[in-house]
């Protein structure tokens, strides 16, 4: 006898791919510069930017990171993406 095939009913059954966390541009942009203590950790990409905005914000203007971490634990992190109140959406490979 074989099971049914499991029914996937919402977005937090599947598995993620990826965790994201922001952190000012300031503390460097290579995975040894990644600070898991030091940044906020995010619940997706769009949490991601809203936590960079309001940081770029009060920090007057000032360049965050967007980190996009492996799901599994044998990756490095990535400087994935730079935001600022003056610049958004910037790849990383533009802002270096």
Not at 2 to 18: C, E, F, L
Not at 38 to 58: F, K, L, P, V
Not at 75 to 94: C, E, H, Q, R
Request: proline share 7%.
């Amino acid at each position: 006898m074989t099971r049914p095939a499991t029914i996937i009913q919402s977005s937090s059954d599947t598995m993620p791919t990826a965790t994201f966390a922001v952190q000012p541009r300031s503390y460097g942009t290579m995975p040894k510069n990644f600070d898991a203590h030091g940044c906020q950790w995010a619940t997706d990409m769009n949490h991601a930017y809203r936590i960079a905005n309001a940081w770029s914000d009060d920090d007057d203007g000032a360049e965050m990171i967007i980190w996009r971490l492996p799901a599994a634990a044998n990756g490095d992190p990535l400087a994935w993406v730079s935001v600022s109140n003056s610049k958004n959406s910037i790849p990383y490979a533009a802002a270096c």
